[in-house]
C-alpha cells in the first residue's frame, strides 16, 4: 500500500533549474521504487549538487561522452555510474536539455518496504544503528533500491510509467545545512552538500552546527 500521490512523479519542470535550487528542494522528497506489486520509498536527506562544465568535480566538467551523456540531456532523467568498482552511484540531469548540471543522492531515511531492502543489502536489520547503515551513502541506498547503470541509467523519473520516480508527500523540512561536499578532491571546498539538519540517516562524518542557508539561490 502506499499513499495515492507518491504515485506520481515530480515534474520535468522541477529540474529544469540551477541544480543548487534542485539540490535543496528534493530534500524531504521521497524516493520511490516499484517492485512488481511492492513499493520502496525514502526520504531523501542528502544530496550533491554539480554544476556541469564549470565544475571541475562534475563528470562533465571535460564535456559530452557517451558515459555522461544522460547529464547534457532533458532534466529529470537518472544518471548512474559505477565507482570503486564495488557500488553505483544515483544522479538526476538538471538544467534544459544540452547543458549539464546533477545531483548526486548521498542518504535517504527508509519508510516502507524495508525488508526487502535490507535483504538486497544482505543486511540483518536487529537495532537502529542497522537501520542507519541500510541507506546511508550513495552505495548503500543504490544497493537497497536495486539501482544499477544497466538497469536505470538514462531512466526517465518524470514519467508515470517509470518503476524508479521521485514523489513529494507534503513533508516539510524545517533546516537545511550546506557543507563542502564530501569524497572528492577537486573543487572540494564548493558549498554543495546539502543536508536536512539533525537526520540521523545523512552519510559521511559528524556535521558541525552550521548556520543554514537560504533556500533559494
Given amino acids: 500500500m502506499v499513499i495515492p500521490h507518491l504515485r506520481s512523479p515530480l ?40 554544476l556541469g562544465e564549470d565544475d571541475p568535480a562534475a563528470h562533465s566538467f571535460a564535456g559530452r561522452t557517451p558515459r555522461n551523456a544522460v547529464l547534457f540531456g532533458p532534466p529529470g532523467h537518472a544518471y548512474v555510474y559505477f565507482i570503486y568498482g564495488n557500488h553505483f552511484c544515483l544522479n538526476v540531469s538538471c538544467l534544459p536539455d544540452g547543458l549539464a548540471g546533477g545531483i548526486l543522492f548521498r542518504a535517504v531515511e527508509p519508510l516502507a518496504g524495508i525488508e526487502e531492502m535490507a535483504r538486497s543489502r544482505d543486511l540483518p536489520i536487529n537495532s537502529p544503528r542497522d537501520l542507519r547503515k541500510l541507506t ?21 523519473l518524470t514519467s508515470e510509467h517509470s518503476d524508479l520516480f521521485i514523489a513529494d508527500d507534503r513533508y516539510r523540512v524545517r533546516r537545511i545545512l550546506t557543507t563542502p561536499r564530501i569524497g572528492i578532491t577537486k573543487a572540494a571546498e564548493r558549498p554543495l552538500r546539502y543536508v536536512i539538519a539533525g537526520n540521523e540517516f545523512v552519510s559521511g562524518p559528524k556535521i558541525p552546527n552550521l548556520k543554514p542557508r537560504p533556500k533559494s539561490c
Fill in 136 to 156: 546511508s551513502g550513495p552505495g548503500r541506498l543504490a544497493e537497497a533500491f536495486g539501482i544499477t547503470r544497466e538497469r536505470d541509467n538514462d531512466k526517465d
Fill in 11 to 50: 515534474s520535468r519542470e522541477f529540474y529544469d533549474r540551477d541544480p543548487r535550487r534542485v539540490g535543496r528542494a528534493l530534500l524531504g522528497k521521497v524516493l520511490v521504487r516499484k517492485e512488481s506489486k511492492q513499493f520502496l520509498t525514502a526520504r531523501i536527506v542528502e544530496v550533491e549538487a554539480y
